[in-house]
């Protein structure tokens, strides 16, 4: 595993690669942007922009959703992988929304996490997104390119990699990283056939 010093160097020559790196998830406000992670899981960001558009002019809020039904929702998320989960997912957490939350989505981790659906991953990304807290989300992009450059040991779990990575990097960069690491796991450290060494930049620190 790299020192703290050379791992920083690998992560900000990977957020250098990106400069303007931003969410490509579309959304309005929060509670949209709770419903498009809920159905991000293992879903491509095409496969949900061809439905969004529906589902936000049927769903604008959670009242909207707990009005309606888990398959209600089906028919408007067929298409994405798991929907039946992630229909349950988005009316359950609609209804812990109005129960807990005068209808608001929360602005906490803790409280984020306590929604059906939403994870610490998912939880980290509305943070980040949604509200401008300094928050780093550990996804599959994430987790493979902290393995693969050494920035954790390949045991690493998903809060160790967030810790580390955290302590490396200061809270002002957290959401930079997150978004350039997923540009830089779409486009260059691929699950098959890395390309990282067509930029020895990466590896300077090596030298």
């Known amino acids: 595993m790299l020192s703290k010093t050379d791992a920083k160097i690998v992560l900000n ?16 406000n929060a509670f949209q942007l709770l419903m498009v992670v809920i159905l991000s899981a293992q879903a491509t960001d095409a496969s949900i922009e061809k439905i969004q558009d529906k589902l936000f002019e049927r769903y604008p809020s959670p009242e909207a959703v707990v009005e309606s039904s888990i398959e209600e929702i089906e028919t408007y998320i067929s298409t994405i992988g798991l929907y039946h989960n992630k229909a349950r997912y988005i009316f359950m957490s609609s209804q812990q929304l ?27 990304i509305i943070l980040s997104v949604a509200y401008g807290e300094a928050a780093f989300a550990v996804d599959t992009h994430v987790t493979r390119i902290c393995k693969h450059h050494n920035i954790v040991d390949n045991d690493a779990t998903a809060q160790g990699i967030e810790k580390r990575v955290t302590e ?40």
């Open 13 to 28: 020559e990977i957020m250098n690669l990106y400069p303007e790196a931003r969410p490509t998830m579309r959304y309005e």
């Open 98 to 124: 109005l129960d807990n939350f005068g209808g608001e989505v929360p602005t906490t981790r803790k409280e984020l996490t306590s929604l059906t659906g939403i994870g610490p991953k998912s939880a980290n």
């Open 168 to 207: 490396i990097l200061p809270p002002e960069q957290w959401g930079h990283a997150h978004q350039a690491m997923i540009n830089f796991g779409r486009e260059i450290c691929k699950p098959r056939k890395p390309l990282c060494d067509n930029h020895p930049q990466l590896y300077a620190h090596l030298g």
